[in-house]
């Protein structure tokens, strides 16, 4: 769940050549470079943080995942994952209550907005909201 979290909530990195034999990317306030090099013995590739790649899609997939995996460190992927599945729960509940004579519909919905306040209070807790 957490790789699915980061890919919808982080932009992918936009690499631009930089006219330099570099490719580079911004990601918040790390920038990404990759190196264009040549090796005498296997001919040309490229270097990410001291790696050597033959293909420039394989350097840009690793800083990529460097870049994604930098921001998942940071975060209460768990924090996110429930609110998430609170807000999915009460989406489902509203999908299933067409008035308040539908007692059961109207408890499971009464009981998916509890779910998300206490989501959204746990962020809160952390200086969100």
Known sequence: MSDKL???????LEWEDDGS????????AETFIIADMWRAV??????????????????????????????????????IAALVEAADDVRRAADNWNDRQDREAFD????????????LADLGGRGVG
């Open 6 to 12: 980061i890919r919808a909530l982080v932009k992918p």
């Open 21 to 28: 034999h570099r490719h580079v990317a911004v990601g918040g």
């Open 42 to 79: 296997r001919g040309s590739g490229f270097s990410y943080r001291g790696q050597a790649f033959l293909a420039l899609a394989a350097a840009q997939a690793a800083a990529e995942a460097d870049y994604r995996a930098r921001i998942a460190a940071a975060l209460d992927l768990d924090k």
């Open 108 to 119: 499971r919905f009464s009981a998916a907005i509890t779910g998300l306040r206490a989501a």
